[in-house]
């Protein structure tokens, strides 16, 4: 009886380990020519990246290429004579950058602050430097991250008119508002 129940087993054990109901499919190699060659899968494409913001040239860059610094998406601001405090304009238009900035999240700004020629350049350094921070510190106020923006200041260094008259004094007070390259 123990006999029939080791044949038995054997059996089973053979039958179960023999030509499997599906067996692999044949796959080709050097030694087996003759078996199909593996269907070529494509991975998926991923989805195209977001449009990154369009990166400026700061008025440095563009004052060495001998060029004048060209505007962007984001509008630039003026200041009154030996101030930084804002305007209601610059308000106004800082709120219209500040929607710009929310709806490009990606986007990173530099502020530059700006003067005219009068009064001394390191004098002008500094309120270059104080009109960039309001503007960047009123944007911060509206919801736009800190993080993604910084401030530098060229004082007189960089006038965009360079004539000795109040409507060209005004046009150099002013920040200006650079958009950089995304991370």
């Known amino acids: 009886m123990f006999q029939n129940g080791v044949r038995l087993l054997v059996l089973s054990f053979l039958f179960a380990c023999g030509n499997p109901a599906n067996p692999p499919p044949q796959k080709w190699t050097s030694e087996n020519p003759n078996a199909p060659a593996p269907a070529k899968v494509e991975a998926p494409k991923p989805p195209p990246a977001p449009k990154p913001a369009p990166a400026e040239t700061s008025s440095l860059e563009a004052l060495k290429q001998g060029q004048t610094a060209a505007g962007g998406p984001l509008k630039d601001i003026g ?77 007189e260094e960089i006038p965009v008119c360079k004539e000795k008259t109040e409507d060209c004094w005004v046009k150099n007070r002013r920040a200006r508002f650079v958009v950089a390259a995304s991370k």
């Open 79 to 155: 200041y009154n004579f030996d101030s930084a405090a804002l305007s209601d304009d610059a308000r106004a238009t800082l709120r219209g950058n500040a929607d710009w900035l929310k709806a490009n999240a990606t986007a990173r700004i530099q502020i530059e602050g700006h003067c005219d020629e009068r009064g001394a350049a390191d004098y002008n350094m500094a309120l270059g430097a104080k009109r960039a921070q309001a503007a960047m510190d009123y944007l911060a106020t509206l919801g736009v991250a800190a993080n993604r923006m910084s401030t530098i200041s060229y004082g």
